[in-house]
């Protein structure tokens, strides 16, 4: 029987461990000396999905973000990225816009460029003037003493 230890718990990392296992006899016979016989066992590992997604350039994302404001329908804003620990599927990262419930946001993202665990990046896009209005009074009367 192969066990994980107790104490310390292993950190397993890796697709796999390769184990060299010797097997001897007591040598109660009285032989001339112990028989021993070796073999290698393979154990692999499977990963659990126990990592979030992280951004790791998540504070300098909101001073990046600017966009004049009437820009067309799918003007680049900004490129995220973040990283998962996890290994093979579990590691695969999707992205997506978290909406307040009832408000619908005017940005898109590529799904494909979060999972049962996510990671989450609060991101300030700042909508700059294009000055492309005139002043207008708010009133259409205005008095003075």
């Known amino acids: 029987i192969i066990k994980l230890r107790l104490s310390p718990p292993p950190r397993l990392r890796g697709p796999q461990y390769v184990l ?16 021993s016989s070796s073999a290698q066992v393979v154990v692999g ?16 994302y909101s001073q990046n973000a600017v966009v004049l404001e009437n820009q067309p329908p799918g003007t680049f804003v900004l ?38 665990l996510i990671g989450i990046c ?6 700059a003037d294009q000055n492309d209005n005139d ?5 259409s009367r205005y008095q003075c003493e």
């Open 20 to 35: 060299n296992i010797t097997a001897t006899d007591d040598n109660a016979a009285g032989g001339p000396y112990p028989l």
């Open 45 to 60: 590992i499977n990963d659990i999905n126990n990592n979030k997604p992280l951004f790791q350039e998540c504070q300098n």
């Open 79 to 116: 490129r995220v990225h973040a990283m998962d620990a996890d290994m093979g599927v579990n590691g695969e990262v999707k992205y997506g816009i978290m909406h307040r419930e009832g408000g619908a946001s005017g940005f898109d993202i590529d799904p494909d460029t979060d999972e049962p």
């Open 122 to 127: 609060q991101v300030t896009v700042v909508i």
């Open 135 to 139: 002043p207008k009074f708010q009133n």
